[in-house]
């Protein structure tokens, strides 16, 4: 694992001490962490056959534009038409394209488990570390997920982000490297973030893209953030708290697994950022009507 804070004004960066990743932290969460942890997890896949054998096998026939994930489709704007033009057309196909390497693939995020192959669900056993949690019924997909990213190198998520309604997330990563670059919550003024267009609406999205982490001329702010910079490695494992602003890149050929958080730290929070977007609701609701 490397953990680097990285100053933005100067370009360069300083690792941070050993243990410095959180502060207190415990097998599992008892109170609110403060700041990402990095850990050893080798144990979230429990079937004999590889993760991608298993999903192809299960629900290798699903066309991509119907990977439902949390917050939409894992096939947004014009990637289903990228993948019509390269022949790929199912998750099947996807992954026989991924594991050849011969063509450049857009990233595929937001592999909803619970819409595209419950039937795995079993075979995933979650870290101590991402316990206790209340989301894991399918019921609660919004919320807590799981989800698969699965990206050849150089593919990036884009911008930089926060997830919604005050939910810890945990990424777990099964194959390659994964850059993170996060930044705190009290980064938020630097970070050029505007209101969603989905319930419950709170500014969790940024004009701030991957591209961009050192465009100064055009995000001036940005000099004022503290970022810090996580490359996950097979094997390991990430606990990011709620609110935390991040971006992502492969390094290489990546498969990882995520899934959303809620308990008795955060749940308060949770349910104050569904409830302040409840007018708002109410408002695209009379008008639709």
């Known amino acids: 694992m490397i953990m680097e804070q990285l100053n933005y004004s100067s370009g360069s960066s300083e690792s941070l001490a050993k243990g410095e990743a959180i502060d207190g932290f415990q097998n599992r969460i008892t109170s609110s962490p403060r700041l990402p942890y990095v850990f050893p997890y080798r144990d979230l896949w429990q079937h004999s056959e590889p993760m991608l054998d298993v999903l192809k096998s299960v629900a290798g026939e699903s066309p991509l534009h119907r990977l439902g994930g949390t917050y939409g489709w894992s096939v947004r704007y014009r ?11 199912n998750l099947a196909d996807y992954i026989d394209a991924f594991r050849k390497g011969d063509m450049k693939l857009p990233y595929l995020r937001h592999i909803s488990l619970n819409r595209t192959a419950v039937s795995i669900r079993p075979f995933i056993k979650d870290p101590d570390a991402f316990t206790p949690n209340w989301v894991t019924s399918p019921w609660l997909d919004r919320l807590g997920g799981p989800e698969l990213f699965i990206g050849q ?8 982000h926060r997830d919604h309604a005050n939910v810890h997330v945990g990424f777990v990563q099964l194959e390659g490297e994964k850059e993170f670059i996060l930044f705190p919550p009290d980064n ?4 050029y973030s505007f209101e969603g267009r989905e319930f419950p609406y709170q500014n969790r999205a940024t004009r701030v893209r991957y591209v961009d982490l050192h465009d100064y001329e055009r995000f001036p702010l940005l000099r004022k953030a503290s970022p810090r910079r996580i490359v996950l490695r097979a094997g390991q494992a990430l606990l990011m708290p709620a609110n935390w602003w991040h971006t992502t890149y492969n390094l290489t050929d990546s498969v ?7 308990n008795s ?5 949770c349910i104050g950022e569904h409830l302040a977007g409840l007018p708002r609701l109410c408002r695209k609701l009379i008008r639709s009507s």
């Open 79 to 89: 990637q289903e038409e990228d993948y019509v033009g390269l022949g790929v057309n």
């Open 265 to 269: 730290t955060n749940v308060v929070g």
């Open 153 to 160: 190198a150089g593919t990036t998520f884009g911008h930089v």
């Open 188 to 191: 938020e003024p630097y970070l």
């Open 256 to 262: 990882s697994y995520s899934i959303r958080i809620v």
